[in-house]
C-alpha cells in the first residue's frame, strides 16, 4: 500500500513565518530605486520557501522515495528511492545541538538521510520496521516540535510588531 508522509505543518509553518518575519520590512526601507526590486524579489523568495518546504516521502511494497520539488533541485536537494531489501542498517550520528541524524544504510554501501520532519512520524518509522526488520527503537523528531512552535510564535510576534511600528511610522509622517 502506498503511503505520503508531508512535512510537518509546524516545520513548514517555522520557515514561512521566519522568512516573512526577516524580509516584510525590506520592500518598506528600500530607497526608490531599489523598491520594486525589493518587492519583486520577497514575492520570488515567499513562492521558493512555500515551494522548497513541500517535500515528501513515498513508501509502497518496492520501498521508499524522498521527492523533492523542482526548485529543490534546481538548489541542490536531490530525491532519492531504494528498496526495502538494499537497506541493511540504519546509522545514526550526534548533531552539535546533542540530538541524531539517521540515515539508512544500503547493501552497496550508500547511505541515505532518513526524513526526520515528516507528518505521521510513528506510523512511518513502524513501516520501515516492519519492511526491514531494522531497529528504530532509538529514532525520533530531528529537534523538539516545541522548538518549531516558538519559532513560528517569536516569528509571528516580529511580523506583529513590524506591521504596528510601520504603521505609527506612516501615522507620524502623515502629522496624524
Known amino acids: 500500500m502506498k503511503e505520503n508522509f508531508k512535512t510537518l505543518f509546524i516545520v513548514k509553518s517555522s520557515l514561512i513565518s521566519l522568512y516573512l518575519a526577516l524580509t516584510i520590512p525590506i520592500p518598506f526601507i528600500s530607497n526608490g530605486n ?3 526590486l525589493s518587492i519583486f524579489a520577497f514575492i520570488v523568495g515567499l513562492f521558493l520557501i512555500i515551494n522548497i518546504t513541500n517535500d515528501h516521502v513515498i513508501t509502497c511494497e518496492e520501498g521508499i522515495s524522498y521527492k523533492t520539488s523542482f526548485f529543490s533541485r534546481i538548489l541542490g536537494k536531490k530525491g532519492w528511492k531504494i528498496s526495502w531489501e538494499e537497506i541493511v542498517s540504519i546509522k545514526s550520528f550526534p548533531t552539535s545541538q546533542g540530538s541524531k541524524v539517521h540515515y539508512f544504510s544500503t547493501s ?3 547511505n541515505f538521510l532518513l526524513p526526520q520532519r515528516i507528518e505521521n512520524f510513528k506510523r512511518f518509522l513502524s513501516i520501515i520496521s516492519e519492511k526491514t526488520k531494522v531497529q528504530i527503537k532509538e529514532i525520533s523528531y530531528l529537534s523538539p516540535l516545541w522548538t518549531y512552535k516558538l519559532l513560528t510564535f517569536i516569528s509571528v510576534l516580529m511580523v506583529v ?4 511600528a510601520f504603521k505609527y511610522q506612516i501615522l507620524s509622517i502623515l502629522n496624524l
Open 161 to 164: 510588531g513590524e506591521v504596528i
Open 108 to 110: 552497496n554501501n550508500k
Open 34 to 36: 531599489l523598491k520594486i
